[in-house]
C-alpha cells in the first residue's frame, strides 16, 4: 500500500497535466467536427480533402521548426526503422493477441498499403530518383507511416478503396468462366490440383513428411503462385521482380479480396433460419484474415533482412535471390510465417517475464529497505521514550536524609556501645550491679 500511494504521488503532476490536454483535445475535436459539418455543407471534395491538408500543413511545420539536431536525430536509420517497421510489427502482434477483428482489419490494411511502395524499392529508377531528388525523404517516410494510422486522415483506407475497384475487376476477369482467361484459369486450377492430389497419394506410402508437405501445398497454393514459379528458372535480375510478385502484389490482391468478402457478411442481413451458416462464413473468413495478417508480419521481418543483406556483398552471392523467392513460398505454401510468429511472440513473452521478474524484484527490495528504515526508526523512538520514562522516575525519587560527619558517627556508636555492650564476665550478674559497676570512683567516693 505504501509503494501504491508513493508511486501515485510521483505520477499525479503528470497525469494532471494528461488530464489537462485530453480535455484541451476533445475541446478541439468539438470545434474541428464544427467546421467539417460547415465546410460539407459547401463543398464535398473540399471536406474530404481537408483533413490531408491539415496533417500535411502541422507535419511539415513541425519538421520545419525542429532543431537541426533533432532532425539528425529523426534521419538515422535506426529511428526510422522504428517508426516504420518495428512499431508496427510489435502493434499487429498485440492485435493478434487481442483477437480483435477490428484492430486486426486495421493493420490488414496497413500492410497491404504498404505493399505498392515496398515493390517500387526494388526498382532501380524509381529508388535512386527518390534518393537523388528528395534529399527529404526519411521526413516523408516518418509522415507517411504516421499518415497511414491516423485516424484523422485513415490514409490506409483511402489507399485500398482506390485498388478495390481495379481487384475487383481483375479477380471477376480471371473467374469468370465465359471469358478465356477464366477457362484458362480453371483449368490451371484443376490441372495442379489433381497432379497435387496425385503427388499426395503415390508418396504417402514412401515418406509421410513428404506427403504432409504436399497436402500444404495442396491446401495452401494457388494459381497466381503456381505462376511465379517460373521464376525459379529466371536470372536473377529478374527473379527478383517474381519475389516482389509473389511476396508482395499476390499478399496485397488476396488481402483486399478477403477484405471485401468479410465486409459483405458483415453487412448482410441476419436471417434466423441461416444464423448458423452466417456464423461458419464469418468464421472462416475471419481465420483467413488472421493468417493473412500472419503472412504480412513474418514477411516484414524477411523483407527488411533481406533488403539489409542485399546491400552487402552476400548479394553477389549466387541464386541469391532465388533463395529468398523459395523463403517467400514458404512462408505462404509450408506454414512458416506460423512458425516465424510463434518464436517472435515466445521472444516477447520471454522479455516481459524478465522485465516483470526485474520490477517485483526492484519492488520487493524497496519495500524490505522502506520496512527496515520504518523499524529502525521504530526502535530508535521507543529507546529514546525508555530514556525519558527512566529519566522522570529518577526525578520523583524522595531526597535523601542530609549527610553527618564521620566523627558525629562514631561518637554516637561508642555511646550505644558503653550503654548496651554487655562483658563475659558481667554474665549471669542482676542489672543494678551492672549499673553499681559502671559508676565513676568519685561518685563512690561521695
Known amino acids: 500500500m505504501r509503494m501504491t500511494r508513493r508511486v501515485r504521488a510521483v505520477l499525479e503532476p503528470y497525469a494532471r497535466v494528461y488530464r489537462r490536454v485530453a480535455a484541451g483535445g476533445a475541446a478541439v475535436r468539438r470545434r474541428y467536427s464544427v467546421v467539417v459539418r460547415e465546410v460539407r455543407s459547401k463543398s464535398q471534395l473540399a471536406a474530404n480533402a481537408l483533413p490531408h491538408v491539415l496533417f500535411f500543413a502541422a507535419a511539415i511545420s513541425t ?25 508496427p510489427m510489435v502493434q499487429t502482434m498485440l492485435a493478434m493477441e487481442s483477437d480483435d477483428m477490428v484492430r486486426i482489419e486495421k493493420w490488414l490494411r496497413f500492410w497491404a498499403s504498404c505493399a505498392p511502395f515496398m515493390v517500387a524499392v526494388d526498382f532501380p529508377l524509381i529508388s535512386y530518383s527518390v534518393r537523388w531528388f528528395f534529399p527529404w525523404w526519411p521526413e516523408l517516410l516518418v509522415i507517411f507511416t504516421i499518415w497511414l494510422n491516423s485516424r484523422l486522415t485513415r490514409g490506409s483506407h483511402i489507399i485500398l478503396e482506390s485498388a478495390s475497384p481495379l481487384v475487383s475487376r481483375a479477380l471477376t476477369h480471371l473467374n469468370e468462366p465465359s471469358g478465356k482467361a477464366g477457362r484458362a484459369s480453371m483449368f490451371l486450377r484443376r490441372s495442379v490440383r489433381q497432379a497435387l492430389q496425385v503427388g499426395v497419394i503415390v508418396i504417402r506410402f514412401r515418406s509421410r513428411r513428404a506427403s504432409e508437405a504436399l497436402r500444404l501445398v495442396l491446401d495452401n497454393m494457388s494459381v497466381p503462385l503456381v505462376m511465379c514459379t517460373v521464376f525459379f528458372f529466371t536470372p ?10 509473389a511476396g508482395l502484389v499476390v499478399p496485397f490482391v ?10 459483405q457478411i458483415q453487412a448482410q442481413a441476419q436471417h434466423p433460419n441461416r444464423a448458423q451458416v452466417r456464423k461458419e462464413m464469418e468464421k472462416r473468413q475471419e481465420n483467413s484474415l488472421k493468417n493473412l495478417l500472419t503472412y504480412w508480419l513474418a514477411h516484414a521481418m524477411i523483407w527488411s533482412l533481406c533488403q539489409e543483406l542485399s546491400k552487402s556483398a552476400l548479394a553477389w552471392f549466387p541464386l541469391w535471390r ?38 517485483k524484484a526492484a519492488i520487493s527490495a524497496d519495500l524490505e529497505a522502506s520496512s527496515d528504515s520504518t523499524k529502525v526508526a521504530s526502535e530508535t523512538e521507543l529507546k529514546k521514550e525508555s530514556d525519558e520514562t527512566e529519566r522522570e ?17 562514631e561518637d554516637e556508636v561508642q555511646a550505644d556501645d558503653e550503654t548496651t555492650t554487655v562483658k563475659k564476665s558481667d554474665v549471669g550478674l542482676t542489672t543494678d550491679t551492672v549499673r553499681k559497676r559502671n559508676v565513676p570512683v568519685a561518685a563512690t567516693d561521695e
Open 63 to 87: 519538421f520545419r521548426i525542429m532543431p537541426r539536431f533533432v532532425r539528425k536525430i529523426v534521419r538515422k536509420r535506426e529511428v526510422l526503422a522504428t517508426v516504420a517497421l518495428l512499431t
Open 236 to 245: 536473377g535480375l529478374i527473379t527478383v521482380y517474381g519475389c516482389d510478385m
Open 254 to 263: 488476396f488481402t483486399i479480396d478477403g477484405l471485401l468478402k468479410y465486409n
Open 322 to 359: 532465388h533463395t529468398q523467392l523459395a523463403g517467400i513460398y514458404w512462408l505462404q505454401v509450408f506454414g512458416g510465417s506460423q512458425l516465424i510468429t510463434q518464436r517472435m511472440q515466445g521472444i516477447k513473452e520471454s522479455i516481459m517475464e524478465d522485465h516483470q521478474r526485474a520490477l
Open 393 to 409: 522516575d529518577d526525578e520523583t525519587v524522595a531526597p535523601a536524609p542530609p549527610r553527618r560527619d564521620d566523627k558525629e558517627d
